[in-house]
């Protein structure tokens, strides 16, 4: 009987072809190699046929074929398949350093208190993407969730799955709903109301693109519109004040402005359609 992998990573995808494949590439040089990918194929095609034939003898991989469209409902058919200690969720578009698992694995054994294990997103010249992390690790809690954890970034022990159990299918790309984002933070929110220590470390990082500079099309902005809605709807549905949620959606659209300054006018208004998602969000039943 072969030896259960100390990793799991599961990956939704949707639409992609060269991404995954960047990824699955990224995971070919790892300095760790005891890790399994569980690929939940998304497509109606064989789009990702070819990527999963190159890379099956580099490393094990679980290829899922699904219809049940959204991330969230990929994951969670993902997680029906772990057998690791520790669970990760890539997204088809991230990548990972050679030395992450690595990292990762040494990190939790060290310290056998931590229940997961949150990094940050660098774009692919190093630059951190997103508009703000923490510069220091701390343990996450409900006030700082939102701005030290991305899904892509995150690592869990085994436990933590079993306790939490799926992803909320309503939330995230995909789902079909309103609400666009949302589901790795509501998944945190839930591990931490159960006791659960999770971690943020700054010094983890995984290649992951944000909103490109250059950002027009209404796509893009309605996109961003429902990841602020999605982002309200959480905090609201665990209990967080309303003034804590107008907080989040002014403190955005304030900081806004200053991408247009630094000539990024498209990041601007990606980032106030988000804000205005966030106050719609507010005022939206839940």
């Given at each position: 009987?072969?030896?259960?992998?100390?990793?799991?990573?599961?990956?939704?995808?949707?639409?992609?072809?060269?991404?995954?494949?960047?990824?699955?590439a990224s995971l070919a040089t790892q300095t760790l190699a005891d890790f399994r990918v569980i690929l939940v194929d998304q497509n109606s095609d064989d789009r990702l046929q070819e990527v999963v034939a190159v890379h099956r003898d580099a490393f094990p991989i679980v290829h899922l074929r699904t219809t049940e469209a959204g991330l969230s409902r990929g994951r969670n058919a993902g997680i029906s398949?772990?057998?690791?200690?520790?669970?990760?969720?890539?997204?088809?578009?991230?990548?990972?350093?050679?030395?992450?698992?690595?990292?990762?694995?040494?990190?939790?054994?060290?310290?056998?208190?931590?229940d997961g294990l949150a990094g940050t997103t660098t774009d692919a010249d190093g630059s951190l993407s997103g508009l703000r992390w923490p510069r220091r690790a701390a343990s996450i809690t409900r006030q700082n969730v939102a701005r030290s954890s991305i899904a892509p970034a995150?690592?869990?022990?085994?436990?933590?799955?079993?306790?939490?159990?799926?992803?909320?299918?309503?939330?995230?790309?995909?789902?079909?709903?309103?609400?666009?984002?949302g589901e790795e933070t509501d998944y945190l929110l839930r591990a931490l109301e159960m006791g659960f220590r999770i971690v943020y470390e700054p010094t983890l990082s995984v290649y992951h693109p944000g909103p490109a500079p250059g950002l027009r099309d209404g796509s893009a902005m309605r996109?961003?519109?429902?990841?602020?809605?999605?982002?309200?709807?959480?905090?609201?549905?665990?209990?967080?004040?309303?003034?804590?949620?107008?907080?989040?959606?002014?403190q955005l659209a304030a900081g806004a402005p200053v991408f247009t300054l630094v000539g990024q006018p498209g990041l601007s208004r990606y980032y106030l359609a988000m804000a205005r998602g966030r106050a719609g969000g507010l005022l939206a039943r839940t």
């Open positions: 009987m072969p030896a259960l992998p100390l990793v799991d990573l599961v990956l939704s995808s949707l639409g992609r072809a060269a991404e995954p494949r960047r990824l699955l398949r772990l057998a690791a200690e520790l669970v990760a969720f890539p997204d088809d578009d991230c990548w990972y350093p050679p030395d992450l698992l690595e990292r990762i694995v040494a990190c939790f054994a060290a310290r056998s208190e931590w995150v690592f869990l022990r085994r436990r933590v799955i079993e306790a939490v159990g799926s992803f909320d299918v309503e939330l995230g790309a995909g789902a079909g709903t309103p609400w666009g984002s996109k961003a519109y429902s990841y602020g809605v999605g982002h309200a709807r959480v905090l609201r549905s665990h209990g967080f004040p309303s003034t804590y949620v107008a907080w989040r959606a002014l």
